[in-house]
């Protein structure tokens, strides 16, 4: 029997991309494993999953819808096209993609539920697939990042928006705190290196010295590598959120301007969320509107030191 040829459209944010893997595991089931699978997408969605062992090619897209048309039309033909992403480009990117059949998401269609229940209701309406989403699934090589002691995370930024970072003081505190208990790992991208560095000065000034600064130093590989080794992850709503979910690791989610139910960790038993119940959240704005960022501020280093505490 020949493998289904599966062509798929990544969303372009780590985190939904991590998100979508349960909704792409269960296209592989439906088929009995029977596919070939070959991604399209951002350097991050397709680094992401990459090592899959039913991934045989990827692409990754350009913005230029010049370029969009030459990868088009060297990717070959295939079964099944899905695109997880709701954007005009996805739209012209289907019309051109040659394929038997052609599904992309609809953002304003799907909008019940967990963003894993979205994408896969997606899939079940696509191709008929009856199965509910099981849990995150990422697959990274075996030599993981190995240390005598116990680790720490910290993920003061998050791409989104300033709406969605607690204040990088609060993370000073928490790893000043558990410092004694644990070696701490930050983490952040290259548009969060001042921020990270912020942090670094502040625990060099109160004699902290066990810590490592990753911000804008690791490729996704080695993100996920380091995440997949922690002990406690503190973090805000993000994509490194989402790869520690996907490794079932203890995990403190600080929300404050998105919605909890859509986007928190999905099944993972030790995941703990701290917000506040204020009446302008959920906001879902990048910068607050208000300009008093309370629902992060309101949000005390105590609270979520406690609870780290109670994790170990």
Same mark, same amino acid.
């Given at each position: 029997?020949l493998?289904?040829?599966?062509l798929?459209?990544l969303?372009?944010?780590l985190?939904?991309?991590v998100?979508?893997t349960?909704a ?14 070959t ?7 397709t680094?992401?999953?990459q090592f899959?062992?039913?991934?045989v090619?990827?692409?990754i897209l350009?913005?230029?819808y010049?370029?969009l048309?030459k990868?088009?039309?060297?990717i070959g033909d295939f079964?099944?096209f899905l695109?997880?992403r709701?954007?005009?480009?996805s739209?012209i990117?289907k019309m051109l993609i040659s394929?038997?059949?052609?599904y992309q998401?609809?953002?304003? @269609?799907f909008?019940i ?8 209701q ?5 191709l008929g ?6 849990? !995150?699934?990422?697959?990274?090589i075996?030599?993981?990042y190995?240390?005598?002691e116990?680790?720490l995370?910290i993920?003061?930024g998050?791409?989104y928006?300033s709406a969605?970072c ?6 000073v505190d928490?790893?000043?705190?558990l410092?004694d208990k644990?070696?701490?790992?930050i983490f ?6 001042e921020?990270s560095?912020?942090?670094?000065? @502040? ?5 902290c010295?066990?810590?490592i600064?990753?911000t ?16 406690l ?8 959120m ?9 995990t403190?989610s ?10 928190c ?5 030790k995941?703990?969320?701290?917000k506040?119940?204020l009446?302008?959240?959920p906001c ?7 300009k008093?960022h309370?629902?992060?501020k309101?949000i005390?280093?105590?609270?979520v030191?406690?609870l780290a505490l109670n !994790?170990?």
């Amino acid at each position: 029997m020949l493998d289904m040829r599966i062509l798929i459209e990544l969303p372009s944010w780590l985190g939904d991309c991590v998100m979508a893997t349960p909704a792409i595991e269960n296209i592989i089931d439906f088929y009995d494993n029977n596919v070939e699978i070959t991604l399209l997408g951002n350097s991050i969605s397709t680094e992401i999953m990459q090592f899959h062992p039913r991934v045989v090619n990827s692409f990754i897209l350009s913005k230029n819808y010049k370029e969009l048309y030459k990868t088009s039309k060297i990717i070959g033909d295939f079964d099944i096209f899905l695109s997880f992403r709701s954007s005009f480009r996805s739209t012209i990117l289907k019309m051109l993609i040659s394929s038997q059949k052609k599904y992309q998401f609809n953002k304003k @269609k799907f909008t019940i539920g967990h963003q894993v229940e979205k994408y896969n209701q997606f899939v079940q309406e696509s191709l008929g697939v009856k199965k509910k989403p099981g849990k !995150l699934k990422i697959f990274n090589i075996d030599t993981c990042y190995s240390s005598n002691e116990r680790l720490l995370g910290i993920n003061p930024g998050a791409s989104y928006g300033s709406a969605k970072c607690w204040p990088h003081e609060k993370f000073v505190d928490v790893a000043i705190a558990l410092s004694d208990k644990y070696k701490i790992l930050i983490f952040g991208g290259s548009s969060e290196i001042e921020l990270s560095k912020k942090i670094e000065k @502040k625990l060099k000034d109160q004699n902290c010295k066990n810590f490592i600064n990753l911000t804008g130093k690791t490729t996704i590989k080695e993100l996920i590598e380091y995440i997949s080794s922690l002990d406690l992850f503190i973090t805000g709503d993000s994509g490194p959120m989402h790869i520690a979910s996907a490794f079932q690791i203890p995990t403190i989610s600080i929300f404050g301007p998105t919605k909890v139910f859509e986007t928190c960790q999905w099944m993972n038993d030790k995941s703990v969320i701290v917000k506040k119940d204020l009446v302008c959240q959920p906001c879902m704005r990048r910068v607050c509107p208000l300009k008093h960022h309370n629902c992060m501020k309101k949000i005390s280093s105590n609270e979520v030191i406690d609870l780290a505490l109670n !994790l170990i």
